[in-house]
Every structure is written in structure tokens, then in C-alpha cells.
């Protein structure tokens, strides 16, 4: 499987990112520079976590206007994958490839923590080997994580199926103690009409080798592989 | 504009500014043999700044041990120090203080301290991948005292966050001591492979001399001089940075690719204190070189800047490159591709002068050996009368605690106690994915991505201890450091220093910096533990008052293989509860004396021979895979590292006959170096024993892990409860609440 992990100014898990991909996965994983036009021929397009542009303007404003970004639209629109990680994420709502936008965490300070998400469908290309509420454990680092979307659009998601992941306590309940940042319906990941672009808070590339404290993160990645395989 | 010398001896309000002495003046005045002109005077004054030239601590800093088989870069040769962990691969450090730009503009100026000390670490051409920040805060109960807190660790967080570098440790005290004066001592540690270091030396004339980054404004002129005059909050705004994370990661990642992709870099150096002054002047001084600087050719931030304004700018975020002669083209190339503006502003000469040039017109013409070799000066060492005040504690004259349990809880909401969590979750401590023990325990550890290997790294500092006694208090910053770092498994290998005093020119301030000093030698000589780097922060004071003496020391140690660690949290029911260690537990100096009778007196003390011994033991037990758990006895006694062993195992202790022999409180609360608390399972109990016996540490049996409650001698209290005073206690100060109950 090959995979793109595209490079921002100001992108700073990208080393991790491509670590598991390449090393733990095994995929056949490279960068891809903002400023290139083109994209290669790949399965995947990872949008790592950061600081694009030093979050100047608003997080994820100019990376989301980089020439990188038109060959990713066209890879979103063949239907490939597309997976935006935390700033990627925030890079995705900007983009105008994911609806909504995010907030300062109401705690108003940067958060770095365990959370729990549950899987709350399984029909997209990072969830599809994952069981249906099946609770994983991944970190957190954002200071911008407090996903807002306005009534109609959060009623859209629900009508479509298109929250993928919700923060909930460890055993799989939702409470307002186990939302990090005050994400509207505790929402900490979601995905396009097409199911394809998904975008999500968590760093699922913290959490995919037994010595840094879990491997949840592996689910997503396991799904990508058996999707691209399908 | 042409400058003619001033034949005018200057005022005595233009040597403040500069922060010269007149005698200094008339020193550098002969050296010249004329008198020196306004911009060469500011030169001299950044140049001889405590913060550059070291004056008063130099001589004292030469008695620190700084040799040993795995030293690759020692203390003063190049930007940090450098040590080899084995596999091709070395370690660069470094800890440097932001002490004084903190006090007046707590965010920024603990962002650019972390900045500085990043920049520090890449110039090495080493890829930074920790952060440590070891902090001191006034009392949270005061408003001010809450915004520097607060604002510190906010800038702390926000350039490291934006870095990508990972903040995985560091301490944290509050004390009255250091009301107005807090301290931000921040740590970078930096992996490479050893045929990788790069040197910050210019050398080989002809050779271009490239400024990247930042333009030069005029923020941060005297910062040097600034850190090194008393009561910072007297002086003004305009001395502090202003930090960009976002620059700097460009510089760091630029810099590295070009170190990578070319070997056109001959040299690299940042712009830290006096900015280009020193950057380039050291750069000269290790290559045995001098310099020419067109200062037309550095980008401006303001208009009408003077060459005095260009030559002691601090903008941040700036770096100088030593280009080989011909080929500053293909460095640029590498800046113009991460969008960084970048300028060739000189080259290096034979002159060994530093030769400053405005539009072809002389600035400035000194002499490079004159400017890197400060007057240093000496003091008689004289123990201050306050000793014999605070050293006598009256036990007989201290209540036992009616309520122990009350007074645990008490202990365990004191902001120098409770959980460091609502600090260290505002930094992101695992970016880079190799933090195995995230902070919150004895050291951090990270693994070495490619080798079995990974490094423990601590920082530690106890300015109450240090004030009762220095030198015990410089022996004690070494020997727990190192401590921590064994608790892992680790072996330690070197450490970094940071030693924030007050005045020099005071004799009890300088008393305390020499002795310190020595204790900190003898715990170095007896651990094996050479010192790599180091950074001097004196003239701590607000109101005339010296804070606490604060030595604080950054260990690096390394295990071998990352399979055999061990953290500090219980980790299965059953299991035997011991401590390791010879240590005496006693009220002298403890944070129990402090909270529960607002005392700070008595005689700490240290047995480096028993401190050697329980660390080898300790190691040897973790490496043979027999225990489940290991911490460190510090702050809060002995009880109080049962309780932080059971929070991050999320296990219960039963110990209801705990051993007391004499007080009560002693037992429960007394503080001692040289004690660890372990646990292991009981088939491990003999295997134990037999390793204690064998290094002469005695081990004493405390009782078991188990059970939802703290049952520690008379204590007794729900886990829970106690978790979460434990959890709440700095939470709580921070946001300005009073304790929980």
C-alpha cells in the first residue's frame, strides 16, 4: 500500500506519522512538500498533526490553501482516502473538504492527554476493521480541538452516519468528564459525504506501539490496509 | 554615519547601561590603549557580562569535575555538551536560565528561553528530542505570584508544543524565596550521530559568514546585561524577546537538511545573548579567528538603527552560518526552500579582530581575545552568620501531629507535592513517539529509535536545602538526579547545570555559590557523573532580598536495553513493599516542617558513599528483572512516596505496622537522600535481600501493595480520597482556590 504523508511548514508529527506507517504498518510510505502540484500515484494521503504556518491566522488556514491541496482534492474526489490528524484535521474543515469548523478548548489551554473515543461507524476506510462501538484508547495534543458545526449541518452528520468517533469514558459512556476539549455531541472525528476523507483529533500514530502505552491506534491503520485491499 | 571615540571618560549612567564597572572600563581602555567608542564600549559591556564572560563564577566553575570516557564535548567548548551513548550515537545538552525576562514578561520571556535553549542544541547539528523546564514560583496565593506561574507555563508550552519538541520533565517548587524573582531553567537534549557535530567555530579565511531567520529589530538590547543587574522588575519592557515557534522550527529544519544534504556549513552558531556580538565573536574565538561584519547587509526590522542597536539586538529566532568560501549559494538555497530570508553579512579573517563596518565605514575594531577572556574575580569565602541561625532545629520543641492522616493530606495538597499533571498536560509530551515514561514519575525515558537503547533524563534542585546547607544542597541536586535516573534502570552518565544565585558581590551569595559548587563536585567525582555544559544565573534578587541559592542539575543517564526499565507506580497486589537505602529519615529541611509549622530550619545532610550504593543496588535489582516498581524518597517522606507509587499504579498500600523507631512524624515525613522505595513480588523477597546484603544497603520491609486504601502506620485513607486532594492541590493554586480539604 503506498501512502502520503504531506510535509507543511510547521507540520511536526510528520516524522512520527511516516514512522508508523512505514515501520509499524508497513506500508509504502513517503513525504509529499506542500508547494508540489502533483501527488504520485498513492493508496492514501495522510494530513499529520503540527503547527502549519505556526497556526497563524487560524489554525490550518494556509496550509488548507497550499498547492499540495489541489492534488489531494482530486484524490479525495476519485474516492481514495484521506485521513487529516488533529492539524490535519483542523487543514481538512479549512479546505472546505470536512463541514464545521473548531474552537479553543473550553478549558482555554492546550491539552496533551489519554482520551477514549468509541467507534461510532464503521463504514469509512479508517474505521472498517474496527468494531461498531468499540472504544479506543488515543491521545490528545491540541489547543483547538472544540469542534462546532451549526444545527442543520450537526443534524446532516447524524442523518448520514458521518460521526466516526465520539469521546466517551473508558467503558464506552459518554459524559461531559470524558470530553477533553467541548466538542459539540462529543464529536472527535467525522467524515465526508463520499466516507473517504476523514478527519480526526486523536493521534492514532501515538498509540501504535506497545512501549509508548498503547495500541489502539493500530485499528485505524489495519483498516486502511484491509480497505485498500477490498 | 561616522563615529569618532569618545576621549570623554563616560558617565556613570553610560556604564550602568552597559553594565561596567570604571574600573572595568579603565581595564579595557588599556588593553585597547585608547579608549573605546560607544558601540565597541556596549561590545565590551554584553562581553563581559556575567551572562557572557562568566567573571565572577568562572573560577569556582573550573573545580566541577568535567572529564570521562563517554565526554565527546565538554563544558565551554562549543554551544552545549555532547556525550556518547554507544551504537554511534551521542547526546547534546544543555540547561540555560530565563530567569529575569520571566519576571517581567512571564509568557515570552519562558517561550524564548525555550527557544534559546533549542537553538543551543541544533546548532550541534543535533536534532532536539526533549524538553526539561525546572521552575521556581513565588506563593500562588498571591495574584502576581499566580501570573507568572500561570504565564510561564503557557509560554513553556507554546514553543515547545510548536516545536514538535517534546516537554517530558521537569520540577516545579513554590516558595516565598522566589516572590518576584520566579525561576524558568530550561533543558534541550539532542540525539546525533557522533560524525555529525558540527562546531560553532569560524574558521579559514575567506570563508562567508551567512545571517538566517529573524530580522534585527530592536527588541532585547541589554538582555545580557539585564539578566545580570539586580531587581529586573525595576527595568523595562523592552529588553524582552519576542519568540516566533514557528521560525524556529523552519531554522531547525532547514538547518539540519543542509547539514544532511550538503557540507558547505562549516560552522554554526546562534544568536543568543548580545545577539550577533557574541554569536560572532565566540564563533571567532574557537576557530582563532576574526571576522569582518558589513552590518548594511543585515536586514533591519526597524528603520534608523544604529550599528550599536544592530551589534547587541536580541531578536530571536536568528541563526550565523559559517559557509565555506564560494558556496553560501548552496546553503541559501536550502533557507530560500523553507521560506527563510537570509543574508551573507561577512567573512572570516586572520586579523583575530572583530571588525564591525557600517557602509564601509569602521564601527567598531576590537580585538577578539579580549572580548572572550572577561576579568574574573574572586571573593574571600566567608560562611554567613544566618547559618548558625536556621541550622539548630529543636525537635523537642515540635508537637507530634495529633491527626497523621490529616496531616498527610495536608502534605499531599501542598503545591511543592500534589500531582505536577495540571502543568505537564498543557505541554505535549509525546510528539516525536518515543516517550515511554511520560512525566509524573522519577525520570523520563525515551527510547532510541533503531536501538535497544534509552535515555533517563531528570532535573532536580532543592533551594530550601541548599540554603540550610549549600554544600549538602549541590551534593543533593547531583545525587537526586541521579537517583531518579536509576530508578528507571538507567546508569547515569553526565548531567548539565544551571546555578541560579543571588549577587556575587554579596558574600553570603557567594559563599553559597562556592559551596554548592563543591557539593556538587564531590557528588559528580563520587557517581562518575562528568558535567558537559552549564549556564550561571546570578543576581537573583528583588527588594534586596537573594532568593533561595538553587543549583539545578539536568542527569542524563542511559539503559542499555529499553526491555529492562522500570517505572514507579505498584504494579501488582501482593507484591512486598521495601526501602532501599541507609538514609535516616529526619524533619531537618523538610517540606512537612515547612507546611505543618511553617518552619525552614535544620541541618540537612548526605553520605555520598550509602547515595553510590543504593543507586548500583537499585539498578543491578531492575536489570536482574526483580522488582515491579522503584521511586525515589524525596519530598514528603516516606509516606508520601507510598502514595505517589500507589496513584500511578492505581494500588493501594497496606502498611499499618510500619517500622517507627523514634518520632512519628520523622518516620512518616522525614526527608533523607539515599532511600528508595521498591516493591517486588514475593518470590522475589529472597533474591532481594541477598543483593542488598551484598552492597551493604540495608532494606527495610514496609508492608504490601493491595487494597483500595492508604494504610501507612496510624494513616488510613481511601485511595481515592486521597488521589484526588493529591490531584486537586496545585489545580487549585494555580487557579487561585483555596486547597482542598
Known sequence: MNAAVVVFPGSNCDADTLHVLGNVVGMNARYAWHADTTLDDVDLVVLPGGFSHGDYLRTGAMAARAPIMSPVRDHAARGRPVLGICNGFQILLEAGLLPGAMLLNDSTQFRCEWTHLRVESTHTPCTSAAGNGQVLRLPIAHAEGNYVIDPDGLAQLHDEDRVVFRYVSASGARSPDANPNGAIDDIAGICNVGRNVVGMMPHPERASEAELGGEDGRAIWESLVAAAGA | ?741
Open chain 2, 1 to 741: 554615519m561616522t563615529l569618532t571615540p569618545t576621549h570623554e571618560p563616560p558617565s556613570d549612567e553610560i556604564l550602568r547601561e552597559v553594565a561596567l564597572t570604571r574600573d572595568e572600563y579603565h581595564f579595557a581602555a588599556d588593553l585597547l590603549d585608547r579608549p573605546p567608542n560607544p558601540v565597541e564600549l556596549g561590545i565590551i559591556g554584553g562581553m563581559w557580562s556575567e551572562h557572557c564572560g562568566y567573571k565572577h563564577s568562572r573560577p569556582l566553575l573550573s573545580r566541577l569535575p568535567s572529564e570521562g570516557p563517554r565526554v565527546l564535548i565538554g563544558p565551554g567548548e562549543e554551544n552545549a555538551g555532547a556525550v556518547d551513548i554507544g551504537h554511534g550515537l551521542a547526546i547534546v545538552m544543555k540547561v540555560e536560565s530565563h530567569n529575569h525576562p520571566s519576571a517581567v514578561e512571564p509568557f515570552q520571556g519562558a517561550a524564548t528561553g525555550v527557544g534559546g535553549i533549542l537553538r543551543d542544541i541544533f546548532t550541534m547539528g543535533a536534532r532536539p528530542i526533549a524538553l526539561l523546564d525546572s521552575l521556581r514560583f513565588g506563593p500562588l496565593d498571591d495574584r502576581r505570584g499566580r501570573y507568572l506561574a500561570n504565564g510561564i507555563v503557557g509560554g513553556i508550552g507554546w514553543y515547545g508544543n510548536c516545536m514538535g519538541v517534546p516537554t517530558v520533565g521537569g520540577e516545579v517548587q513554590v516558595s516565598a524565596s522566589y516572590r518576584g524573582n520566579p525561576l524558568v531553567n530550561a533543558m534541550c537534549v539532542g540525539l546525533i550521530e557522533h560524525d555529525q557535530l558540527t562546531s560553532a567555530a569560524a574558521s579559514g579565511a575567506g570563508n562567508e559568514l551567512i545571517l538566517v531567520g529573524a530580522d534585527t529589530g530592536r527588541d532585547g538590547i541589554h538582555g545580557a546585561t539585564f539578566a545580570s543587574v539586580d531587581d529586573p522588575e525595576a527595568s523595562h519592557r523592552g529588553v524582552v524577546q519576542v519568540g516566533n515557534p514557528f521560525m524556529e522550527k523552519l531554522l531547525l529544519e532547514a538547518c539540519l537538511e543542509v547539514l544532511q544534504t550538503t557540507d558547505a556549513i562549516l560552522g554554526l552558531q546562534d544568536l543568543g545573548a548580545t545577539g550577533l556580538t557574541s554569536s560572532s565573536v565566540e564563533s571567532a574565538g574557537r576557530g582563532g579567528t576574526g571576522v569582518v561584519l558589513n552590518l548594511e547587509h543585515v536586514a533591519r526590522r526597524a528603520a534608523g538603527m544604529t550599528p550599536y542597536e544592530v551589534m547587541l539586538s536580541e531578536s530571536q529566532e536568528r541563526m550565523l552560518v559559517v559557509a565555506a568560501r564560494g558556496r553560501a549559494h548552496e546553503v541559501q538555497r536550502v533557507f530560500d526552500k523553507w521560506g527563510l530570508h537570509s543574508d551573507v553579512i561577512g567573512e572570516v579573517t586572520e586579523t583575530g579582530l572583530l571588525d564591525v563596518r557600517d557602509n564601509g565605514q569602521s564601527a567598531a575594531t576590537l580585538p577578539i581575545t579580549m572580548l572572550t577572556d572577561a576579568p574574573t574575580y574572586t571573593y574571600p569565602v566567608e560562611r554567613p552568620a544566618y547559618l548558625d541561625e536556621v541550622g539548630p532545629l529543636d525537635l523537642d520543641a515540635l508537637p507530634e501531629p495529633d491527626d497523621p492522616t490529616s496531616a498527610f493530606l495536608q502534605l499531599l495538597a501542598s503545591p511543592n507535592i500534589a500531582s505536577r499533571r495540571p502543568i505537564y498536560r498543557q505541554y505535549d509530551h509525546m510528539v516525536g513517539a518515543n516517550t515511554v515514561i511520560a512525566p509524573g514519575g522519577d525520570a523520563a525515558l525515551l527510547r532510541i529509535k533503531g536501538t535497544p537503547l534509552a535515555v533517563a533524563l531528570s532535573t532536580d534542585g532543592n533551594g530550601r536545602t541548599t540554603y540550610l546547607d549549600p554544600f549538602v544542597g549541590g551534593a543533593a541536586a547531583i545525587a537526586e538526579s541521579a537517583r531518579n535516573v536509576s530508578c528507571t534502570g538507567a546508569r547515569p552518565l553526565a548531567f548539565t547545570n544551571c546555578l541560579n544565585f543571588g549577587s556575587p558581590e554579596q558574600s553570603a551569595a557567594y559563599y553559597q555559590l562556592s559551596q554548592a559548587i563543591d557539593g556538587m563536585a564531590a557528588a559528580a567525582r563520587a557517581l562518575e557523573t562528568p558535567v558537559i555544559s552549564g549556564n550561571v544565573s546570578l543576581y537573583n534578587e528583588s527588594g534586596g532580598e537573594a532568593i533561595w541559592p538553587t543549583p539545578v542539575v539536568g542527569m542524563l543517564g542511559v539503559l542499555d536495553e529499553l526491555d529492562r526499565r522500570c517505572g514507579a507506580g505498584f504494579t501488582a497486589d501482593g507484591d512486598e513493599i521495601a526501602v532501599l537505602g541507609a538514609g535516616r529519615p529526619r524533619l531537618d529541611g523538610s517540606e512537612y516542617l515547612s507546611v505543618a509549622h511553617g518552619r525552614v530550619a535544620g541541618c540537612p545532610d548526605i553520605n555520598l558513599v550509602d547515595e553510590v550504593a543504593v543507586q548500583r543496588l537499585v539498578r543491578e535489582l531492575i536489570i536482574a528483572r526483580l522488582l515491579s516498581s522503584a521511586h525515589d524518597c524525596s519530598d514528603g517522606g516516606l509516606a508520601v512516596a507510598l502514595a505517589e507509587s500507589a496513584f500511578a499504579g492505581g494500588l493501594g498500600v497496606q502498611a499499618p505496622d510500619l517500622p517507627i523507631l523514634g518520632r512519628l512524624d520523622e518516620a512518616l515525613f522525614g526527608e533523607s537522600q539515599s532511600r528508595i522505595v521498591v516493591s517486588y513480588p514475593p518470590l522475589a523477597a529472597a533474591a532481594v535481600a541477598a543483593a542488598a546484603a551484598t552492597h551493604s544497603v540495608p532494606i527495610t520491609p514496609v508492608g504490601k501493595v493491595g487494597g483500595d486504601r492508604l494504610c501507612i502506620g496510624p494513616i488510613d485513607v481511601s485511595l481515592a480520597h486521597a488521589e484526588q486532594v493529591w490531584s486537586q492541590g496545585l489545580e487549585l493554586a494555580l487557579a487561585g482556590h483555596a486547597p482542598p480539604g
